[in-house]
């Protein structure tokens, strides 16, 4: 099992540029999830799904937007970019919340200038 | 508002000694705890668990403590290993909802 795999590693983007961060996990979990880390800062939740065709939001999902087709695949949309969102993303996914532990990807470091 | 507080950023510890790391939480609704291992450019990585109704879980050399009317726990590893070097996150939980993350400590093992 690869668990959960995060494209790109690594991102620079203009301002108001656009991009999307994949995720995949091959777990079959039905939980999937999307943080933010800023330095010296804990991880923040964007945007969770607890099944393909279901998405919430979290503490901090302004600028961001999130599907959920597939089980596998929680892909995070950045439709303006700002400096605020420069920050290393990961992904994670669980079997159903609380009370389980989560299983991250290795991260997406993103700098938007 | 900071649920989950890790008020060392860092900690050093020689090797073979025990490493205490700490933890506050705000929300007397949290019942369920975790803390998380994390090396640079990976993403966290579980250790180990505890739930409202114990006071203490262990797993090999770590072992978390849970004082629920302190609303703290830690987290200790005994003897620490120039391995455990990494940052290690605590996060809250109340069964069924989003966790909450601490900010961290970084935890140097000195050989």
């Known amino acids: 099992n690869a668990g959960v795999t995060q494209t790109p590693k690594f991102r620079i983007l203009k301002i108001g540029q656009s991009m999307t961060l994949q995720c995949t996990q091959d777990?079959?979990?039905?939980?999937m999830y999307w943080y933010r880390q800023d330095p010296g800062m804990g991880l923040k939740l964007i945007y969770y799904?607890?099944?393909?065709?279901?998405?919430d939001k979290g503490e901090v999902p302004n600028g961001y937007n999130v599907s959920r087709s597939t089980t596998e695949d929680f892909p995070l949309r950045l439709e303006l970019a700002a400096p605020s969102q420069t920050s290393v993303y990961f992904c994670?996914?669980?079997?159903?919340?609380?009370?389980?532990?989560?299983?991250f990807g290795p991260g997406t470091r993103l700098t938007v200038l | 508002d900071q649920q989950v507080k890790q008020n060392s950023p860092s900690l050093s510890v020689q090797e073979g000694r025990i490493s205490i790391l700490n933890c506050d939480y705000t929300?007397?609704?949290?019942?369920?705890f975790l803390w998380y291992k994390k090396y640079p450019a990976e993403g966290p990585t579980f250790l180990i668990s505890?739930?409202?109704?114990?006071d203490k879980n262990e797993d090999g050399r770590f072992t978390v403590f849970l004082n629920k009317s302190a609303k703290h726990l830690s987290l200790h590893i005994v003897p620490s290993q120039p391995g455990d070097s990494a940052v290690y996150f605590c996060?809250?939980?109340?069964?069924?909802?989003?966790?909450?993350f601490g900010t961290g400590t970084s935890l140097t093992v000195i050989p």
């Open positions: 994670a996914s669980s079997y159903p919340r609380g009370g389980n532990e989560q299983f």
């Open positions: 799904s607890v099944g393909a065709g279901i998405t």
């Open positions: 996060a809250a939980s109340r069964v069924g909802n989003q966790f909450y």
């Open positions: 505890i739930s409202s109704i114990k």
């Open positions: 777990m079959n979990h039905n939980y």
């Open positions: 929300n007397s609704m949290f019942d369920y």
